[in-house]
C-alpha cells in the first residue's frame, strides 16, 4: 500500500522528527510485483568511463569461457572482480538524487517507487595490463614470406582481421593496435600477418644495401626513391612497411624521408645471430655482431635489454637469447620463471625482464620488493626468490 500524506507527517510526529528539518521531498519505496534479485548486476565506474558511456562509446567485456573475463574500453584493459558489500543495494527506477527534486517548500511532496531488484555485491573495476602474449602465437600460424610463397592454402586458414583478433585477444583496440605494431605486424588486404624473420632481414638488407650504394645518411632515406630502385626485388608496400618498423617517417618538402633507428636494426642484427644458437661466446659475438650491422653503425649491449642476456660468471662470459615476450604473462609465474633459470639477479639484469610487469604508477622498486629478497654480495646488490621453488 502507498503510504498518504497523513501518514508520513504522523510517522514523523511519532518519531519526534521535526518535517523542517528534512527535505521536503519524500520516496515512498514498495516492492514490484515483478521483483527480482537475478535480472541486474552492478559496476563501478570511474569518471572517465562514466564520460565515455555518456558520450556513447561501448565498454566490451572479452575473455574464452577458460579466461578471466576483462572489460576493455577504448583504450584500456579492466580486470573484473566481485566486490560484497554489508549494505543492500536496491534498484529503483524512478528514483530522483537531490539535485532533481524541487526547492524545499512546505507541506510534503510524496513520490512513490517501486523496488525492481537488489544485489548486495558489484563488480569493480581495476586497471589490468592486455593479454596480449597470445597475439603473436595465433600471427605466427601463417607468416608472410613475400607474394612468390602465397599459395591459396595459405589465403584460407589462419588469417585474422582487426575483428577476429578483438574477438579472441582481451585487449583495448588501442592497445592491440600498439601491440602490433611493436611486432612489426603487418596489415595486408585487410588481413593482419607477421613478416617471416628471415623475409624481414632480407628486406632491410636491401634496403641498408641501397643506402651504402647511394652514400645516403641513414637519418635521410628518401622514400619514393627507395621504392622505384627497390620495386623490381620486393613489393613497395612491403619495402615501406619495413622502413616503417626500422625508423621514422619525416614529412620533407621534396617529399617523405625516413630516419632509421640505429638500436633497431642493430638489435635485430643480434636476433638474426642468436636465435640458432644456444650460448654464444660473448667476446666472438660482439666482434660478429659489428662486422654484421650497416658500416656506420655501432652495435652496444644495452641495445639487447629484453632480449638476450649476458653470463658473466662463465669463463668465457657468455650471452644467450632470451626475449621477454617468451616469458609468463603472470607476475607471479614470471618471477618463478626468472629465479628457475638464475638464482640471483642484479638489478640491471633482470629490469628488462619484469619492466613490463609494472601496472599504473607502479615501479620496478615495488615489484622486487614483494617478489623477491635482496642480499649483498661483494658490494653488489642481489636478489632472489621470496618463496622456495618447487
Known amino acids: ?219 635521410k632515406v628518401p622514400l619514393q626513391v627507395c621504392l622505384q630502385e627497390l620495386r623490381s626485388l620486393e613489393p613497395e608496400e612491403m619495402i615501406e612497411h619495413c622502413l616503417t618498423c626500422y625508423g621514422k617517417r619525416l614529412m620533407e618538402e621534396g617529399g617523405d624521408c625516413f630516419a632509421l633507428d640505429e638500436d633497431k636494426i642493430c638489435r635485430a642484427t643480434a636476433l638474426m645471430l642468436l636465435q640458432n644458437a644456444v650460448k654464444f661466446n660473448l667476446a666472438e659475438f660482439q666482434e660478429v655482431w659489428q662486422q654484421s650491422v650497416p658500416d656506420g653503425m655501432n652495435t652496444r649491449l644495452d641495445q639487447l635489454k629484453g632480449l638476450a642476456l649476458v653470463d658473466r660468471t662463465s669463463r668465457p662470459e657468455t650471452i644467450f637469447l632470451l626475449q621477454t615476450e617468451d616469458l609468463p604473462e603472470d607476475t607471479q609465474e614470471r618471477f618463478n620463471t626468472l629465479f628457475g633459470m638464475r638464482e640471483k639477479w642484479t638489478e640491471a639484469d633482470i629490469a628488462p625482464y619484469i619492466q613490463d610487469l609494472c601496472g599504473e604508477k607502479q615501479t620496478i622498486g615495488a615489484l622486487l620488493t614483494k617478489y623477491a629478497r635482496s642480499s649483498m654480495q661483494n658490494g653488489i646488490k642481489l636478489f632472489n626468490s621470496r618463496r622456495p621453488l618447487s
Open 1 to 219: 500500500m502507498s503510504r498518504s500524506q497523513e501518514e508520513l507527517e504522523a510517522t514523523l510526529q511519532i518519531a519526534k522528527v521535526n518535517p523542517e528539518d528534512l527535505r521536503s521531498t519524500v520516496h515512498c519505496l514498495s516492492f514490484s510485483s515483478e521483483f527480482t534479485s537475478g535480472d541486474y548486476s552492478l559496476m563501478e565506474l570511474d569518471d572517465t568511463l562514466c564520460k565515455q558511456i555518456e558520450a556513447g562509446d561501448s565498454l566490451v567485456i572479452r575473455g574464452d569461457k577458460s579466461d578471466h573475463a576483462v572489460l576493455c574500453s577504448q583504450d584500456k584493459t579492466y580486470d573484473l572482480k566481485i566486490a560484497d558489500t554489508s549494505n543492500l543495494l536496491l534498484f529503483i527506477p524512478g528514483c530522483k538524487l537531490p539535485d532533481q527534486l524541487p526547492a524545499d517548500q512546505q507541506p510534503l511532496s510524496v513520490i512513490h517507487c517501486e523496488i525492481a531488484g537488489f544485489s548486495n555485491h558489484y563488480w569493480e573495476l581495476r586497471r589490468c595490463r592486455p593479454k596480449l602474449k597470445k597475439l603473436k602465437k595465433l600471427l605466427m600460424e601463417n607468416t608472410y614470406n613475400g607474394p612468390e610463397n602465397e599459395s591459396e592454402s595459405s589465403q584460407e586458414t589462419s588469417l585474422y582481421t582487426t575483428e577476429d583478433l578483438l574477438s579472441v585477444i582481451q585487449s583495448s583496440t588501442e592497445e592491440l593496435m600498439d601491440h602490433l605494431k611493436a611486432i612489426h605486424a603487418c596489415n595486408i588486404k585487410g588481413i593482419w600477418r607477421l613478416l617471416d624473420f628471415d623475409y624481414e632481414m632480407k628486406l632491410l638488407n636491401h634496403i641498408t644495401q641501397l643506402i651504402d650504394s647511394e652514400s645516403w645518411s641513414f637519418s
